[in-house]
């Protein structure tokens, strides 16, 4: 045995040394994918992915359970079947494009490299209490990260976890073996593996996390590290994004996330500092971050219905996450709202842009999962789970969960995950990161529906007769677009395709917000296209109800309601000359079950009365914008990313 | 010292040899970190360093001490795994091998079979029928997707007309005017070409199909050994 032993340790030496000639990626998989596919003219097809996945690498993934790693990560999404930490065979009916790993910049790693230490070179006493809870069970080790997580709130996380310089030589082994595997998975033409990390800053256990995406290959990425979270600010982001762009050539943006989380401080009226906020602030956001993620597992920030009273499909995914920040270390109160939401951001983009001549919150919308699981699930009856403590098990939906521990967040408020779409002209690095920047992305809670939005000032029904997608592309804008204020009031062509395997579409509606005469920021809700139905002879303005074939018993809907497809050509009724507006597209569909059901079915739960309820859901996709400027406005194309620091 | 007796000693185990071929390893050792050769007096303080290390280390094993240890135990069982798979994650594997592999697991890297086919759509079953009987809607009703596939692959067009449409087209011939259900509603495919899979070639595709031969092997090979082993055991799970 004692032989057999050290035939393996040669063996490993042998790994650590062979300088990887077998498994190497072809210079087309290393680079950003230009010239390596034939292009379509427009963007054909929506392109599918996740921006937003953990695997073991990230500090609290690792301590929640999960031992499935990048590689598995990219397996899994690419189509291929897995096994899942807790045991499970784990599939994706459909395989995504792409994916963006984004793990935990901070501690990258060190919770494995924790597990792993002898425990008496554990010499910090908290370090050394995680280290004995995620050595004694799962529950203990998920324990731990949440006093991890609320550390990082607290800015009390041990010095020999956060220090930059003790983390670095193992951060950098970490990177380079990942942008290796990355490269090796990026197939240009089939599957996209970009390089990201989360940056996850949380004073005072506000959420302002944003996921870092790169548009490069290795060649590049591998120049820098991920920059860490804790002790840093955004403009320090910024910098160090200008920074990796200069030097290499690259380019890379940040998504903030789960700003339903940060009580108000992800889109302030405020600079950082608290001051007034400057042009050159306003400049470098809306360049640095082009995209948001509207929705994931841990709950849906388009708006709340504090925000929106008049919308009756307001405050999906709201319910229990809108009871403070994070790690429930601050209860929110109503006025925090604005500065939570995307829908509420984009209007205050609209009222800076009128005192700073640039609109700061000029973005697009994705969706992700934030799966901590390496498994981008986003579909309920596939759910896998926030994180290994709650792949799927009998009492993952009604018991409390990790963050707000029996303060009213419980399994059955996760949401299943969502994608992010991207308009592109075909699958690559350049090509979906391109479309990132300039907005053409859509978020969606799960389904796969394809949406399509063009603006314009010359689009008529005859349009659909013919090329429309030429059309919109040639005499207009696509969404994420802006239009200049030409005296007539804006057309647009909206369609809307079911997800093949799912479910029928309730209606189509268009979310339009503007700045009035007074300098008020105004928001409504217009009904675009909907299934037919018995209409309400007394108002033609209100939408009656589509109905509800929901089974609570058996988690099952029919598509007997609702339509397949949807189109409008939608001219706003309510435009005023020289408006400053944005305009982006919601398509609803008919009420289905949530995973929650699902997960009842197949465990054979009994779940309380509103339980249920709240579980028949209301999926939707949502559209990036477009921007309606007054004429001869600076735009926010015009806006180079600004290097010189704040 | 009482306290430190463990088992009886084998008086083989206590004597110490350090080769010349250690002994340079632990040079080179000291070299990689300080980027230059150790005088005699450091190469004489690493060797009384490892000498001490291995001393204790015997003994600790005399005692028992590698028992009941998480740290050890999953060290020595990842080493087990480590041991099963080493040689295939190293091992530079030639090009029969995977051809073989290729040959083996052609679903895993065949092009796929491609579809070529053009469409008209009807919402609904009746709305099919009416057409069919020629109420003058032959051309179908408008619908925002491609009216035409070329050579589109099974996945994409599950993608596109989802599964039941791609399940049903992959039994089919190349035929006019088949009237298929998607999830969008009906539809008159003219199927006009299928092309089977072709295997791609080796040297298009060596990394995948390496890097699949790789992680495929490394994970059969430390199940098989793994197997092997458990089988000699009696588990009793109380």
Redesign the interface.
Known sequence: MRY??A???A??L??SC?DG??????EA?QGDGTDTVELAEFP??PYWGDTHLHTDVSVDAFGFGVRLGP?EALRFAR?EEVTATTGMKAQL???LDFLVIADHSDAMGATRRLY????MMVRDPTLRRWYDMM?ESPEQSTRAVAELITAAANNEIPEAFRDPERQAAATRELWDRHLDVLD?YN?PGRFTAFAGFEWTLMPGGNNLHRVVMFRDGSARTRQVLPFPGIGTTVVQLWDYMDAYEETTGGRALAIPHNSNLSNGMMFELTGPDGGAMTAQYARRRTAREPVVEATQIKGDSETHPFLSPNDEFAGFGVEGWDLGNLPLTARSTPDMYAGSYVRSALLRGLTLEEQLGVNPYAFGLVGSTDSHTALATGDEDNFFGKHTGNEPSENRALTSQNLGTRQGRFGWHYLAGGYAAAWARGNTRAEIFDAFLRHEVYATTGP?M?V?LFAGFDFSEED??GDWVRAGYTRGVPMGGELEDTGRAPIFLI?A??????ANLDRVQVVKGWVDASGAAQEKVYDVAWSEREMDGASDSLVPPVGDTVDRAKATYENSIGA??L?ATWTDPDYRRGQRAFYYVRVIEIPTPSWVLYDAVRFGLKLPANVVEANVMRERAYSSPVWLRPKSRPQIGDAPPIMEGE | MLALVGEPVDPSERSITLSREQQAGLALAFERTMGRAPTDAELDARIGQWVREEVLYREALRLGLDRGD??VRR?LAS??D??AS??V??A??SDDVLSRWLQDHPGRFAEGERFTFSHSYY?DEDALHSALDGDGREEGF?????PRMDGASY?EV????????AARIARMKPTRSAQLQ????WHLVDLEERTRGRARPLGDMR??V??DW??STAAARREKAFDLLHKAYTVDIE
């Open positions: 057999l032993l035939l393996g340790s063996g490993l042998l790994a062979s000639a077998p498994g190497e990626a072809t998989q054909d097809r590689e189509g009916d459909r395989p792993d230490a002898p425990r050595h090796r197939e796969r394809v399509r659909w007769d369609s395709l079911k997800d093949p395997d799912g397949a497809q189109r | 998480p740290v060290r080493k087990m480590e041991l080493a040689e994650e190293t530079a594997v919402p408008p619908i925002s997707l491609p996945e599950k993608a596109v007309f989802g599964s039941k449409f998607s999830g969008f509603g990394e995948r390496e890097a790789r992680s």
